[in-house]
Every structure is written in C-alpha cells, then in structure tokens.
C-alpha cells in the first residue's frame, strides 16, 4: 500500500553529522535550522530530526544548544514535531550523556536511540521519564530482538529501520528482515524505513510502497534520485512527496 500523502508521513532530516563544509546548504545554527524547518514543512515535511550544534558547530546535547534548536523550530514552524538525536557519537560518557538530557528545559517532541548503542535502555529510560517519545533506531535483527526484550521495547513510540549497509540490496535484505521481526512481535507499532546516502532513495521507496512513514534530508543524502547535488533539504522533501504521489497513483488506477 502506498503512503497516503494526506497524512503525517515524511519527516525531514535536516543535518545530522555531517560537517558544515559538506554543502553550501546544510543548516548548522538556530537560525538555519528554523528556515530549513520551515522549508521542508512547506514542502510537506509534518516533523523535523536535528542534530543540535555548538557555537563551534560541533554536535551537542547540551541543555543551551538543543533548547535553541528546539525554540528555533517552534518558532519557524508552529506545530511542527521537532526531534533530535541521542547518538553516543555525540557524547561518548554515559554518565554525562544522562546529565545533559536531564537538564534540558525546551523537550523536543522526541529523540531517536540508536539500539545498536549499549547504553540504550538507559537513554530511552531518561527520555521517558522527560516525557519525551522514544523512537528506537534498529540497524539489524539483532537489534530488534534486543529492543523487544528490554523492558523499554514497549514504550517505544515508533521503531526506526534504519540498516547500515552501504549497497542497496543489501539494506533492503535487512530492512525486510527487521520488518517480519516486527511484524511478529510487535505489529501494531509504527515503523519509520530509511537509508543513508546510496540507500537512502531506494529505502524511501520501500517504506513508500508499505505505507511506513520515511524520512528524508541533508543528514541522510546530498544527491538527488538523479544522482544530481540537491539544493537544500527542501527539495529533497519535495522529490520524496513527488515519488509518493506517483506511487499513490498508480495504486487507485490499479484498483
């Protein structure tokens, strides 16, 4: 079944790790980042994924950083979801991983935990308590099963398929093989599907043809599907809408 484009499906994911100097476009600071929001929101984007940064442009889970992202999207793009990474890339000590995200004031509407990361259910425990929606990062079946057995499985608010393998067909093996995981133990759950750079088109397709929710974004390609240097994030909302309405399409004349 195709993605009704006529619900909140596809979020916008506007930077990630990716360095400044990646892409003239890739929006680093507040005020980047609410024009980007605002953008993609425009575009049909219903929620935005940042990686909050530093005054040195560094990635941060730092009360001051991420409530300025947060308060910058609220403003930009009222009523838009806004969400934010937890990566242990970002902060290596749990202990002051768990300080910073206590501290927070501006909550964003959720945080994504990576479940391939081995203090996951320690962060996802955190972020409930904060009244903040978990959604689980799964990159293997292994993954899955963890998160499925972890007391915090259940209070997960949306499981993201996310595989790390750089070819396509490989990530859609392992993406499909998550997915029967789920599908088994937890089917009522919702699912968001994506890749990164090579996978991140045909991944997108996938979660389209399921009616899964996607994402798309500067954190997760440059390129277009034509293999051309997107502008902005924007744009790459603005093909993904137009690969769903095509595919939306070709349902109803179908049937």
């Not at 910073?100 to 990361?117: G, Q």
């Not at 997960?156 to 595989?163: I, L």
Request: proline share 5%.
């Amino acid at each position: 079944m195709a993605a009704d484009t006529s619900r909140n499906w596809l979020q916008a994911c506007l930077n990630g790790p990716r360095r400044a100097g990646e892409h003239r476009a890739l929006p680093i600071h507040p005020p980047e980042i609410a024009r980007s929001a605002l953008s993609c929101r425009e575009a049909g984007a219903f929620a935005a994924h940042v990686h909050p940064r530093d005054e040195r442009g560094a990635e941060s889970l730092q009360a001051r950083h991420v409530g300025a992202a947060v308060r910058a999207v609220r403003a930009a793009a009222p009523g838009m979801q806004v969400g934010v990474s937890t990566a242990e890339s970002i902060e290596e000590n749990l202990t002051r991983r768990l300080r910073a995200i206590a501290s927070w004031e501006d909550r964003p509407d959720f945080a994504t935990v990576n479940w391939y990361e081995h203090d996951a259910d320690e962060t996802a425990s955190l972020l409930v308590l904060q009244g903040v929606a978990v959604q689980a990062v799964l990159a293997t079946v292994a993954d899955a099963r963890r998160m499925l057995r972890s007391p915090l499985g259940a209070q997960c608010r949306v499981m993201v398929v996310g595989p790390r393998e750089e070819e396509p067909e490989a990530a859609l093996r392992t993406a499909e093989a998550i997915l029967a995981v789920l599908d088994e133990a937890a089917p009522s759950v919702p699912r968001l599907v994506h890749g990164h750079d090579a996978t991140a088109w045909p991944l997108l397709q996938l979660a389209i043809s399921r009616g899964y929710l996607t994402r798309i974004g500067m954190e997760d390609t440059l390129l277009l599907p034509s293999g051309e240097r997107c502008n902005d994030n924007a744009q790459l909302v603005r093909h993904a809408q137009t690969i769903a309405a095509a595919a939306r399409k070709e349902e109803e004349s179908s049937t």
